[in-house]
């Protein structure tokens, strides 16, 4: 069946960077998505990536897609405290019946 | 532009009641869709709806329900609420079928407890 993967966990100190992956099995998917949510509120959508793209660069965001291995990143320039959240990807596919599926979620932590 | 509200923010209910969750969309934006997040886990799709049809449907049993209204507002309603019902019910919106653009913007939510 149709599954989005993401690690549930990611550390950095404040100034790294931050690389968070996703995989995702559905080749027909169109468009790939970033969410961040924080404690107690809805999903913030941070950037989206077509598939026929491999790279969008947004400020201090960065998305990179490897479409042969269904790979997806989203990496974050000079993290900060405030980017600590819970971080979804998704996908959406328009081929047939609609679908929109998203993944387990990464709880990034920033380390002052 | 005002972004996607839902109401209430808070519901708390005892075991076999109804609840009513509403949302309402960012104007212009014809698709709305339901999502459940019960504590720890990811979002898991619950309804879709546009141009007041519902499109498609997660893995729920029959007792949640909703419709959308002319307005492009909605409603979820889950009956005979069990224990597990309770989580964080998110709503997000989006342009609709045919407009090439599906992202989805979120509401805040409204956190049902199942007492």
């Known amino acids: 069946g149709e599954d989005v993967e993401q690690s549930l966990f990611l550390s950095v100190r404040e100034g790294d960077s931050s690389v968070i992956n996703c995989t995702y099995t559905?080749?027909?998917?169109?468009?790939l998505y970033w969410y961040k949510q924080e404690p107690g509120a809805g999903l913030q959508l941070l950037t989206y990536?077509?598939?026929?793209?491999d790279m969008k660069q947004d400020q201090r965001l960065t998305v990179l897609l490897n479409k042969k291995d269904k790979h997806l990143s989203l990496r974050i320039a000079d993290t900060q405290t405030g980017d600590s959240a819970i971080y979804f990807c998704?996908?959406?596919?328009?081929?047939?019946?609609?679908?929109?599926?998203f993944g387990t979620g990464t709880r990034l932590k920033v380390l002052a | 532009e005002a972004g996607v509200t839902q109401s209430p923010t808070h519901l708390i209910k005892t075991r076999g009641q109804q609840a009513t969750l509403r949302c309402s969309p960012i104007?212009?934006?014809?698709?709305v869709y339901w999502y459940q997040q019960a504590l720890g886990l990811g979002l898991q799709f619950l309804l879709w709806?546009?141009?007041?049809?519902?499109?498609n449907r997660g893995n729920f049993p029959p007792r949640f329900s909703g419709r959308q209204f002319p307005n492009y507002s909605s409603e979820l309603n889950v009956n005979a609420l069990e224990l597990e019902d309770s989580a964080l019910y998110l709503c997000?919106?989006?342009?609709?079928?045919?407009?090439?653009?599906?992202?989805?913007?979120f509401g805040p939510g409204t956190r049902l407890t199942v007492t």
């Open positions: 997000a919106s989006s342009l609709g079928l045919g407009q090439n653009s599906y992202e989805q913007y």
């Open positions: 990536i077509f598939s026929n793209m």
């Open positions: 998704a996908e959406s596919a328009t081929s047939g019946t609609y679908k929109y599926i």
């Open positions: 709806y546009d141009e007041g049809e519902e499109r």
């Open positions: 559905d080749s027909s998917s169109t468009y």
């Open positions: 104007s212009g934006h014809t698709s």
